[in-house]
């Protein structure tokens, strides 16, 4: 089982670790990573996370995502992320670095404090081409932007508020370039 650094209220690293699952029981602050792809064609690829998942089952969310292993760089777990959860190999310079934010809520029981390191990736492949880590994944879909938005309050997308009109607009504004 995997540690991941824990994180002061500020960001920064304390000397404590701990297990995903002990974090978010505990409500500690860590890191982690989202990893949004999309297309010029202004398609998302996005992930069905999988039924067993503790946070948000079954629900669309960014195509990777996930914790900053102790001792790694956030860019690194993006890399790992995408390689594992999507079968996508690619390299720090493939992703784009967006913004960093910070998360606060409760689901379910789990305490979910995060630092999400945002990244972007434009890819111009087809789905055919990925695998998927069905430990995690259910599945994925490419779905244009403009669907999307209007979808959106439903429940069937992980609860990110305006933070996925913020990627959309993003991620718009880069393919109109």
């Avoid at 760089?73 to 999507?86: K, L, N, Q, Y």
């Amino acid at each position: 089982m995997n540690l991941i650094n824990i994180c002061d209220k500020e960001n920064n690293l304390t000397s404590e670790e701990e297990t995903v699952t002990e974090a978010h029981k505990k409500g500690l602050w860590h890191r982690s990573v989202h990893v949004w792809v999309y297309n010029s064609e202004k398609e998302i690829l996005l992930q069905k996370r999988s039924r067993n998942s503790f946070l948000y089952p079954s629900m669309w969310d960014a195509a990777a995502a996930g914790h900053v292993d102790s001792g790694e760089e956030p860019i690194s777990s993006a890399v790992r992320e995408v390689r594992e959860e999507i079968g996508m190999d690619i390299d720090k310079d493939d992703l784009q670095y967006y913004a960093m934010k910070t998360s606060s809520n409760v689901y379910n029981g789990f305490i979910n404090n995060e630092f999400n390191y945002i990244y972007l990736l434009r890819y111009e492949g087809g789905l055919e081409k990925l695998k998927i880590q069905k430990e995690e994944v259910e599945e994925i879909g490419l779905f244009p932007l403009h669907l999307i938005e209007k979808d959106l309050n439903t429940e069937n997308y992980v609860p990110h508020g305006d933070y996925w009109l913020k990627i959309i607009e993003e991620i718009k504004r880069r393919v109109d370039k």
